[in-house]
């Protein structure tokens, strides 16, 4: 299910207090992300499930901290929703710095 758009503007006021809050910490994500996509095998950041299972990707990377400040923000029904693919999809092209793949 997709957000509503109350919980999108939520997730950015997280986001938004994180980067005040806690620049430090955001740097060093930032940084952080770009060592990851420097050491991508392809544009797709997949990764494989070792069980035999199919291919996931890897869309975004956040610390504990931010997503915690989320979480905190969101209701459990939509953290639940949060973690779905399209949810996933626009969290990663709303705020790309924080993107791994370069192909959402």
Same mark, same amino acid.
């Given at each position: 299910m997709s957000l509503t758009p109350k919980a999108k503007m939520r997730i950015r006021l997280a986001v938004s207090d994180y980067q005040q809050m806690f620049p430090k910490d955001y740097k060093e994500l930032l940084r952080a992300i770009e060592y990851q996509k420097q050491n991508l095998k392809t544009d797709y950041a997949e990764i494989t499930d070792t069980?035999?299972?199919?291919? &996931?990707?890897?869309?975004?990377?956040? *610390?504990?901290?931010?997503?915690? &400040?989320?979480? &905190?923000?969101?209701?459990?029904?939509?953290?639940? *929703?949060?973690?779905?693919?399209?949810?996933?999809?626009?969290?990663?092209?709303?705020?790309?710095?924080?993107?791994?793949?370069?192909?959402?």
């Open positions: 069980r035999g299972g199919s291919d &996931m990707r890897a869309l975004f990377t956040i *610390d504990e901290r931010l997503s915690t &400040m989320i979480g &905190m923000k969101l209701t459990n029904e939509e953290l639940t *929703d949060f973690k779905t693919t399209e949810n996933c999809r626009w969290f990663a092209k709303e705020f790309p710095q924080f993107a791994i793949t370069k192909q959402v």
